[in-house]
Each structure stands twice: as C-alpha cells, then as structure tokens.
C-alpha cells in the first residue's frame, strides 16, 4: 500500500487535541474526538489492505494478526511495564489493585469493557487517577481487528465481494445503537465496539466504496476545507457534556473521511497543511504519544493529592511524554514493525505470548496482594460508614433505575408532626440520609427522601449520562400531592453542573416553580469537594501520622455558593461552607473520624456533623 503523508498529518490532527483536552487546556473542550479520528484512519487503512489481499486471493488471516502484533504490541507492553513499575511509588495500595485489575483487562484488550464497569459504579474514584484509562479506545480497535478480517472474508467467499451493501447496513444498524444509546444505554454507548464500529467502517467505506475521482482543483479545496472544519468545529464546540457518540461524533468522523479521500484527489490546501512535516513527523510517533502522555498525567495528579498541577508541571509532562514518544517510535516500533530475519513471525508471537503472560501475572498479583499492600506495611484503610445508609436502590436511585422505583413509604427519615418535607436531589442530597435518621429527636418535622444518583433537582435538566433525569424530577408534583408535602429541601453537586452550563438561573426557576403551587423551598449550596480522595490525601501528605484533624483546599472556588445565593430569594439559600472551612482550607478529618468517604461525600458522622449544623428544622435539644 503506496504511502501517503497526509495520513499520518491527520494522525498529528488527532492526537494533539487529545493530549490537550486531557491537559484541559482551554479551547479544546471537545479535544476527545481525536479517537473517533483514529478511529476512521484505522478502518480505512486496515480495510484498503484486507480487500487488496482479498481480491489478489492472498489473504492470510495469520499473517494480520502478525502484522496487527508488530505495529501495537511492543510499545503497548513497554508502557505497561514502565506505568507499572512508576505506579509501585506512586499508588497507595487500594488504587494500586485497581490499577493492576485494569492491567489485566488491557492485556486481553477488554479495558473498554473494565472502565465501563467501573464508571457503572457510582461511587468510585476520579477516572483522572486512573493510569490505563486510555486503552479504552485500544480495546475497541483490537476487537474491531478480531472481528472484521472474519466479516470481510465472509463477503468476499459467499456474498460475491459486496462489500459496500453489506458494510452500509452493518454501519447503519451500529449508528442507530449509537443514537438510541444516548438515551437508554449512555456508558455502554461510549465504550463499547458495537456503538463505535460504524466510524471504523466510514473510514473502510473511503477505501472500498468510494471510487478515486478526477476533481477539479477549486472542488478539491472546498471539500477539504469542508473536512478540516468539521473537525476543528467538533474540538472546539463539543465538550464533556455533550451526547456522544451518536450524530455529535458524525462531525469528525466525516471531516476525518473527507480528508482521507480528499488527499487522494490531488493537491489541495487542506492537504498540503497535513504534509507540513512537524505534522507528519508527529503523526508517525502519534501512538506512541497516546500510550504515553495519559498515564504520566494520572499518575502526577494522584502524587500531588490535593491540588491542581501547575502549567510549569503540565508543561514538563508532557515534554517527558513526547521525549518517550520518540524513543518509543524509535527504538520500540520501528524495529519491531520491519521484517527481519530476527523479528520474523514465529519470534513475534513468542514475544506476544510472553508478554501477555507476564503482564496477566503481575496484574493478578497486584489483586490477589490487594495492591501490593506489602509496600506500606503500616496502612489499613480506615473504615467510614456512608454510602450503604444512603438507601441506594430504594430512595436513593442507582443510575439504571426510574422514579417507578422509588418506595415512597420506606424513605421517611424522621418521624415528627404532620408537616412534611421532601430531601430532593442526586447524590449530594442522599448524604444527608445518615444524619437525619440518627437524629430523628431532633427534627419536629417529618422528612421524605426522593433522591437519585446523577439527577440534580431542577425541573426540564436533561443529561445524556441518565437520559430519564427529567421524568424523575417531573415526578415530584406527584410526589408532593401524594404526600401532603409543603417544604422542598434540595441538594446537588453544584459546582460539576456550573461546569457543564448550568445557571444559578435555572435552580432559581425551579424555586419558582415550586413557589407557585405552594411549596416552600430550602437550596443546601456546595458542600466540600477534594481533588482526590481525603484518604489518599491524608496519607499523601502525612503517611505515618496518626492525626486526628486534618483539612484540604477545595477542588472549586466557595465563590459558586455566593452566586447561588444571588440568584435565589432571601432566606431560601443554605450555605455549608462555614461549617466546615476556614479561610481556604476545609476539614475532612475531625477528632479521629473521617467527615468524607470519598472526595466529596459524607460519611455518616459527617452527614450527622452537616445536619446539626445547618439542616433546616434542625433544633438541639
């Protein structure tokens, strides 16, 4: 297959916003898209050379798979042995068993399907703490590379080599997967071969289906053009929050195929950009780049525990990521990649073999040793009741559960006088549950907790990652008149929402909106939230102390309250803060109990700490 420059300049076209998302440089929201990118240069190339074999009658799936292993094998068990060497010094033993299981499933290249898993469970730690996180998309192209040598071998010998039929309708049924999936299987959605397969076959499309054409030169530069803003509108306008895959991933899957064709066609601006040679040159070390700058980025973040990384940090990261990109490309692929008589077939799969073994039984060590524990011989982690009082799955919703599963007459949490008040919110509204049961005596009203992971309270808010939060919140009026409600008291995780575009506007109307039939309304602000987890923190900044006060600054700005209570009527905002934080630092730890289980939420001598504070109707007796 002849060269072609402007493919690995697309290749610099994916990989840079990548790098810069994950650095979360401004500009680059929607930076993630570089992988659907790859995605679609990878159809394209592995298809064009399947079919030419297919039709020369030289097609040997035996020989794919050794060139599959020469071209992602070594530079992938490098860094894995590298990243887990680094991780021995790094990861305290409950997240070094998390990274050990995550080798494992990377090693068989299902970590797609691990973080899938992992991200189901609601709380888990932060997923930028999580070293291997970017094989995810590994594991989606390796089964592609199983699966589609087999699909194509059965068009050609059976189905009379139709491919572009066939392969339309298998690109068709996985988009409407996709599309369907942003609403009723968000995660599996994002990370799962069946939702994805259809970028790969856009780029195979290019190859197979789409005939080179004679295109005049001013028809080449506006189609290119075309391509190029597809993808920049896509990195800049997408971000975090956006649904996705589905039709936002059509902009640069598309502006990736229309480059690809387009550079085929002859000389145009657009292609010429591609063959700049930084570009290009940038483009051939592009993998080796990804293997390396996600996990050196990770493992940084949980080192410094407690706060962000300074540009001078980020700056000296990624500076180490390209230098070992290089010498990745250089001394790891590029021998393994050329057909020698010492890297020939049967040594290649030795090493693969070898090399799986190997990372399969230091993965399982890290597991059944619980991490390593043996590294720190003096650290237990401390046991802190929350989250299982939390009424998860009866009052407070897991992510796949509906308002339909909400038992209403198991989820009063205080039993006082007549008047009733309803807890609404996601999961910075169910940690309170633990405080207000365990002082029940203290409240001369009765409480009734309506809660749900992901789901904050305001009316008409709609999130791809539970695509039902707006049937549940709407179900509150029913609840309100079932129940003889009169007070609404909501909580939720404010500041990821005035990330993702959310005003203090619009939790102002839904107070209004509550206002208007009746019900008084209490708004708890933001609660205290920790770069990582208070426990890694406190063993990050003072392993060996035994201490039984300790505190952090905040992963926001306190300012978010303020703008809160700005937007709100008076009397009807409730700031946490002060209960917790002096100046900038806010406490975790107090008088040998931790306050917070996680990064955020409490446990429950936090939640009783929380509620005798602040709570409304709370009274001392």
């Known amino acids: 297959m002849k060269y072609r420059s402007d493919i690995d300049g697309l290749r610099a076209l994916a990989i840079l916003p990548v790098v810069l998302f994950h650095t979360q440089i401004a500009g680059f929201s929607g930076g993630y898209v570089g992988v659907d990118i790859f995605f679609?240069?990878?159809?394209?190339?592995?298809?064009?050379?399947?079919?030419?074999?297919?039709?020369?009658?030289?097609?040997?799936?035996?020989?794919?798979?050794?060139?599959r292993c020469r071209r992602l094998i070594p530079a992938l068990f490098v860094m894995f042995m590298a990243v887990t060497a680094m991780a021995m010094f790094v990861l305290l033993p409950p997240d070094m068993e998390d990274f050990s299981q995550s080798l494992v499933y990377a090693t068989a290249f299902l970590s797609n399907i691990y973080f899938w898993r992992s991200s189901s469970l609601y709380f888990v730690g932060s997923s930028e703490f999580k070293p291997l996180l970017n094989t995810w998309s590994l594991g989606v192209e390796e089964q592609f590379y199983i699966f589609t040598p087999l699909i194509l071998f059965a068009i050609a010998k059976w189905l009379k080599s139709r491919y572009t039929p066939w392969l339309t309708l298998l690109a068709l049924t996985s988009f409407t997967l996709s599309v369907l999936g942003l609403k009723y299987f968000p995660t599996i959605n994002f990370y799962f071969l069946p939702t994805r397969f259809w970028e790969l076959v856009i780029g195979a499309l290019v190859a197979i289906s789409i005939p080179q054409l004679e295109i005049s030169r001013l028809a080449r530069e506006l189609i290119g053009l075309l391509g190029l803003a597809l993808i920049v509108f896509s990195i800049t306008t997408l971000s975090n929050v956006s649904p996705f895959p589905g039709w936002n991933a059509l902009y640069p899957c598309l502006g990736a195929a229309i480059m690809i064709y387009i550079g085929g066609c002859g000389a145009s601006v657009a292609t010429g950009l591609l063959r700049i040679k930084p570009l290009v040159f940038l483009g051939k070390i592009s993998y080796s780049l990804y293997l390396w700058h996600w996990p050196l980025l990770a493992l940084a973040r949980y080192q410094v525990a407690s706060r962000d990384l300074t540009m001078l940090e980020i700056s000296g990261l990624l500076s180490a990521s390209l230098v070992l990109a290089v010498l990745s490309w250089r001394y790891v692929e590029t021998p393994f990649r050329q057909k020698t008589s010492v890297f020939n077939a049967r040594l290649i799969f030795k090493f693969t073999g070898a090399a799986i073994v190997c990372a399969v039984l230091i993965g399982l060590t890290g597991v059944y040793t619980k991490g390593f524990d043996f590294r720190y011989p003096s650290y237990a982690n401390i046991a802190a009741s929350g989250p299982e009082r939390y009424n998860l799955k009866k009052c407070f919703m897991d992510v796949e559960q509906t308002f339909a599963d909400w038992r209403g007459e198991e989820c009063f949490l205080t039993k006082g006088n007549e008047r009733r008040v309803l807890l609404w919110g996601d999961s910075f509204a169910a940690h309170y549950a633990p405080g207000l049961s365990d002082q029940t005596q203290n409240f001369p009203v009765t409480i009734l907790q309506y809660t749900a992971a992901l789901c904050p309270p305001i009316f008409d808010y709609y999130t791809a990652t539970r695509p039902d939060c707006r049937a549940f919140n709407d179900n509150v009026f029913n609840i309100l008149a079932k129940y003889n409600i009169s007070t609404v008291v909501m909580s939720g995780r404010w500041e990821s929402l005035f990330k993702r575009g959310v005003s203090p506007l619009d939790i102002a109307a839904t107070v209004k909106r509550l206002s208007e039939n009746g019900v008084t309304s209490y708004v708890i602000g933001q609660s205290p939230i920790f770069k990582n987890n208070v426990q890694t923190i406190?063993?990050?900044?003072?392993?060996?102390?035994?201490?039984?006060?300790?505190?952090?600054?905040?992963?926001?700005?306190?300012?978010?309250?303020?703008s809160l209570n700005q937007a709100l009527p008076a009397g009807t905002f409730i700031n946490p803060l002060p209960r917790f934080c002096q100046d900038n630092s806010c406490k975790y730890l107090s008088k040998g109990e931790f306050l917070i289980f996680d990064f955020g939420h409490f446990t429950t001598y936090g939640s009783k700490f929380a509620v005798a504070g602040y709570f409304p109707f709370f009274s001392e007796k």
Request: hydrophobic share 40%; proline share 0%.
């Open 40 to 67: 679609v240069i990878s159809g394209y190339l592995i298809c064009s050379l399947l079919t030419h074999e297919l039709a020369a009658n030289d097609f040997s799936l035996l020989r794919f798979y050794e060139r």
């Open 538 to 562: 406190l063993r990050k900044e003072n392993l060996e102390a035994n201490t039984s006060e300790a505190s952090a600054s905040l992963s926001f700005s306190s300012d978010i309250n303020e």
